[in-house]
Every structure is written in structure tokens, then in C-alpha cells.
Nanobody, 121 residues
Framework: QVQLVESGGGLVQPGGSLRLSCAASGSILRIYTMAWYRQAPGGQRDLVAF???????NYADSVKGRFTISRDYAKTTAYLQMNSLNPEDTAVYYC???????????????WGQGTQVTVSS
């Protein structure tokens, strides 16, 4: 069993910052990519940022220069530092990771439960 547990969401004023965390645990052989997605009310789930096991990163155009994705040394926890937040960033943020639990099957996608981020004055 693999679990992804997110934390760090909440209510913040426009221009403020939040830091999300995603901790992976369980029967993990290897973690490949870790990513953050978000879904606004009535919208689809969109990729915000991802980071590979080698540390390469990629961002959605809407968050470039404001958000930073990183991983800890053990590479089991991913972070999303969000600065200069605006109301359009309001959404449920989901952690996603491609993880191997057995050597004889391909890595699979796992999702966290989501954490609400609300940007409002």
C-alpha cells in the first residue's frame, strides 16, 4: 500500500504565500516523478508542476516565476512553494506520484486526497 498525504493548504490573502507538502509512505521501491495538480470548482484537474527523480522541473505557464516545486533529500516528500497568490489560484491541490512497488510491474500513479487553497481578501 502506498499513501500520499498532503498538508499546508488554507486561506490566504491575495499576494500571500503558502507551502504545500506531500509525503509518500508505504511499500515503495522507487519514486519517479512527483507532481502537483489543481482543480477549481467546475473545472478539470490541471498539472501545476512536476519534478523528476533527477530534480528536473516543469511548470504550467500560469504559475511560472511564482511557484517552486522541490523534493527532500530522501525524495519521499515533495513541496510546492506558492508565492504571489491570486484568486485564480483557488483550487483543490492534489499530489501525484509515479511509484514502483514491485520490480515485476510498471510504476503506477498514486494520488493524495487533496488540500484546499483559497485566495481571498
Amino acid at each position: 500500500q502506498v499513501q500520499l498525504v498532503e498538508s499546508g493548504g488554507g486561506l490566504v490573502q491575495p499576494g500571500g504565500s503558502l507551502r504545500l507538502s506531500c509525503a509518500a509512505s508505504g511499500s515503495i521501491l522507487r519514486i519517479y516523478t512527483m507532481a502537483w495538480y489543481r482543480q477549481a470548482p467546475g473545472g478539470q484537474r490541471d498539472l501545476v508542476a512536476f519534478i523528476t527523480s533527477g530534480g528536473s522541473t516543469n511548470y504550467a505557464d500560469s504559475v511560472k516565476g511564482r511557484f517552486t516545486i522541490s523534493r527532500d533529500y530522501a525524495k519521499t516528500t515533495a513541496y510546492l512553494q506558492m508565492n504571489s497568490l491570486n484568486p485564480e489560484d483557488t483550487a483543490v491541490y492534489y499530489c501525484n506520484s509515479k511509484i514502483s512497488t514491485r520490480w515485476d510491474i510498471p510504476p503506477e500513479d498514486y494520488w493524495g486526497q487533496g488540500t484546499q487553497v483559497t485566495v481571498s481578501s
